[in-house]
Each structure stands twice: as structure tokens, then as C-alpha cells.
DNA sequence: CCATTTCATAGAGAAAAGTCTATGCACTAT
DNA sequence: ATAGTGCATAGACTTTTCTCTATGAAATGG
């Protein structure tokens, strides 16, 4: 492991990323023998194979995906020693990697914009994805930071709730349980239900909220954005269930909230960060940021 | 930054620990001019000079110091690895780089000791200071954990209290003041006091405990061991104040402890790692352990 | 089953990394 | 002031790194 050179890592992190050497070697403007034997000499001083080749598809061993995490956390080290020699000459600079599920992108955008006029050096980069896919990239610490609802058990990482994040059910406005009082939850499971994908958090959220009363919904449409969902249920597709952030720029009236026992369910707004991995000055500001600038309920993990 | 190398860090870490070219050359049998060449290329890679030479001493620069840290993150994120492929290899191994100040050394060890039956792969070491050294090496990176009384406000620091820390006065058993009951302060800072040097958390204490009211205590002696003090004490050269834990392996009687007003003085053992750096799954696994199996009182920094 | 895609191997050359010995220079301590 | 300590510089050598072009081999997908 001593032998191997910041140029092995950083090339190996590019076919992590691309999950193909010649992608890799294009990126990098290399030619695809070069990655090839680079990769070589890194496996020569692990020790052992870093990618497993299955016909074309290539894919990395579980050494591989634990180097390519070290080698992340490696240039987030370096990358926070350049930006603190940037600061030291006065440009006070930085860079924030942060990934969000899907529906945090309807008030993430506000946070970092005020998060950025506070902090003007600072270059922000959002990347959005599903709770699912979010949970992977905090694994391999694809990014420093991540905004998602309730954070998995399992996982390694360190999360604190920030912001309130209330799922509420909803139904178009001529729909019969508009204007209802106290819907029984068993009724609602009778409704048809428009859901998001699997691995969406909010379907998570509406699937446990009916498990806890033993019931199982079946969605009547599986539908892989919010904005799909409100299209349906306006539609008279059927209802659903969405963050109460997802509604914000909507005109009261536009959905009916429907009374429903056990609703909003009472949920938070988290920032995670993958236990063990060093982040940058920025990450911690940005962290701080959001635990101050918001009305924190609940505690800490 | 791109052409630096991981010899060269290496080689830069053990210079800023020596503080010596020449020593940190026989520390990795080099010559010493093989050491100044690759410091002049790291430099270069860098940007900045890392050392300047004052005569004899040298001494690291801003620059230098930062990237000091940057290395031993770096070491730990590739120690962390390398932990990581033994632990799939099944050879569950690790190591644990962990510094104490002083008092904690009467109760750190049955922790540890307790800690490695669990975990018999990982090897600890435990590097003992004052609570002021101590905090140096925190904000060089120098261990990973660090056990310390109440922790600055202005480090970059995760702290979380594990374990109760009372201060109590103690006087030889013959003393006057021994078996009265609430003795105010004033009357207690009149007696001649035997203090830790400055520098300590328990003189910090003490001076704390007194500040309260205003009053400044002059120490009749300034000892460098809480062994010290305990052996003045008994003297009868004056009173002192200790943590509780200092005392344990003493027969009740064999020290008076006083009862004094705000005595004992309720404080916590810490246990602390720097802000953004990385840190190993052993580490995360011995904090864990503190705070589960302690009853932690208080709540988190 | 053939064209295409993808990674591996071979051979080769320039650059750099990494180390040494020998020596010079600057400051310190006695 | 003189010896000693500690870093810098010069010159030289070997090894490794890093990259290329050209070509081979394996698997896939229409």
C-alpha cells in the first residue's frame, strides 16, 4: 500500500465512479492502456484484486469499494488542506458536496441559497437522487453531506434532525373524503393509492404508516416523482401522501388535505454524514448553518 | 498538490513530530539529505515553504502545521482500509490511538482493559498529558480519541460526556478544617493550597470554583502530580482539591474530604475526537462503548 | 455469427522519484 | 573563538512511474 501513488487513487476513483476504465481514461484524458496498468500496479500493492470482470460489465470487488471510499476521504483531506491555505491567503473559498432525496429539493434550494450569500466562497454543488440511491452514496462517500427523512438504523453515520417534515395525506378537492373529519386510517388504506417508486422515502413513510395498523396498501399507480403524484390526484387518479413541502407553492384549495387519524405524520428533516469520514470547514459550516438557523425539534441520534 | 507523494508525507509527518530533519532521517533510516531534498519537492508541490529555520530550531509553518494534520488524516484513512480488508480477511484487527490527561489515568486503563477483552484485535495505546498538551495534539490530530475534563469552547471538537468527574477537597485527616461541616469558601481559599501546575484541568478547576465568588487563590506549593499533592497533603503542607477517581485506591480515612460550600463540584469526563477528521471503525467502536456502558449524565456538546 | 465494445498485454521511452556520498554554510553553546 | 550541531546543495546513480502506440482476447448484442 505504500507504493501507490495519489495519480493510482485518483484514477481508480474516476472507474469507481464510471464503473468502466475506459470511461475513466476518457475523463482523464488517458489512454486506456495506462488505466489498465495503473490499475494493475494499485492491486499489486493492496495485494488484492480492486475490479472483477464479467464480460463487459466490470464491477468492483469489496476491496475495490472500500478503497474507493478511502480514496474519497483522501481528497476531501487534501481538498480541506488546499482550501485552508486559500484561506490563510485570504480568498476564503471552499467546496460543498451535498446530496438530498427528491423531496427536499423543494426547500433545499432556499437553504443553500442563503447558505451561500452568507458564506460567498463557498461553491455549493446539489445533487438529488432517491432515499435509496442517497443511502448508497453515503456508504461509499460520494458526497460530505446528505438531506433525507429519517435516517436508516443500519447504516454508519452521524444524523441530526433540523427542520420539521409532516407527511400529509391529499386527495383532489372534489374528491369525497374532502372536507371530512377524522377519516378512520382503514378507510383511507380502501382508497386507490398513488405512490412513489420503491426505495422512495416518502412511499417508506406512507407504507409504515399503514403497517402500524396492520394494513397493507396497493398502489393503484406507481409513479416516480411528486410531480407525477399531484398530476394524478388532480386528475381523480386516486390520493396519496407527500411531504407538506412538496405543496408549498400550491394555492390553498388546489388539494384538499384530508383529516385523517394519525395525520400529518410527524416527521423530521435530517443531515447526515457518513461516521468516520473527514469533511471540510465548509461541510461543518453548512451543518452549523442548519442547526441554528432553524427551529430544531427533536434531538440528537 | 499532485505530484506530492506518500513517502513524502511520511516523511513530512515525522519531521513535524521530531521538529528535526536529522531526527526524523534516523527514525526512517534515511540520510538526512535525503530528507531536505524531498521536503524542498514537497514544498514546491505545495506552494509554500512548510519549515523555517530559526538557527538550530525549526519550526512549521501555518502551511506546514496544516498539512501536518492533512497527513495523519490521510494515514488514518488508509490505516482505516487496510483495518478494513484484515477485517474481511477475517483477522479482525485494529488499532487505537487514544491520549488521556493525567487524572484520567486512574480509571482509564480498567476501561481499556475492559474494552480490549471485548475486542480482542485491537491494539490500544494510551498516550497520557496534560490536559493543555493534550489539547495540542487535538488540534494537530495527533490520536484519534482523547479523554479530557470539560472541553475549550473554541476547539474544533466532538465531545460527549461518558462518566461522572467530582471534584472534592481533600486535607490531611488531622486537619482543622477536617469533619466541619459546610465550610464556606472564603474560609477554605485562606488555607494554603497545593495546586497543579498551570496548564492543568484540575488547577482550572479549582481556580473556576473560586472565580465564582471572586476570589483568587495563590498556591503555597505548585506541584506536577496529582501523586504529588497527595503526598504534600499528607504532610500537612495545606489542602488541595482532586478529582474523586484520584482518590479510589485509598482506604476511606486516609484523606479527609471536606464540606465545603459548591463541594463536591459536579464535572464530567469527556471523551473527544477533533472535528472532520476521519477516524477508524475502532475508534467509533470505543466510543460506543463508553457511552453505552456507562450511565452517561448530561447531554451532548 | 460478426461487428463492436471492453479490458489486457507488450514494448518502449521520457521523466521523476528516491536514494546515496561529499561538502558547504549558519548558528549555538561552551 | 572553536567545536559541534543541523540543514542545504551538488552530483550521481538506480529504480519506478507514467505515459504512449499497437495489438490481442473475451464477451455481447443485434
Known sequence: MRHATFRQLEIFEAIARHLSFTRAAETLHLTQPTVSMQMKKLADSVGEPL???????????ETGQALAV???????????FEDDMAARRGLRRGR???AAVTTASYFAPRLLGEFARRHPGIEVSLRVCNREQLIASLNEHLDELY?????????????????????????????????????????????????????????????????????????RLELGSNEA??????????????SKQALDLHPTGQFAILDAEDCPVRRHWFIARPAGAPHSAAASAFERFLLDSRPTAGTTL
Open 147 to 219: 438531506i433525507l427523512g429519517t435516517p436508516p438504523e443500519d447504516a454508519a453515520l452521524v444524523a441530526r434532525p433540523f427542520m420539521e417534515n409532516p407527511l400529509v395525506a391529499i386527495a383532489a378537492p372534489d374528491h369525497p373524503l374532502a372536507g371530512r373529519h377524522r377519516i378512520g386510517l382503514a378507510e383511507l388504506a380502501e382508497q386507490p393509492w398513488l405512490l412513489r417508486e420503491s426505495g422512495s422515502g416518502t412511499r417508506k413513510a406512507v407504507e409504515k404508516l399503514f403497517a402500524q395498523r396492520g394494513i397493507t396498501i396497493h398502489p
Open 51 to 61: 475490479v472483477h470482470q464479467t464480460g463487459k460489465r466490470i464491477e468492483l470487488t
Open 229 to 242: 403524484i399531484k398530476q394524478a390526484v388532480l386528475a381523480g387518479l386516486g390520493i396519496s401522501a407527500l
Open 70 to 80: 478511502a480514496a474519497r476521504d483522501i481528497f476531501t483531506v487534501l481538498e480541506r
Open 96 to 98: 460543498l458536496r451535498l
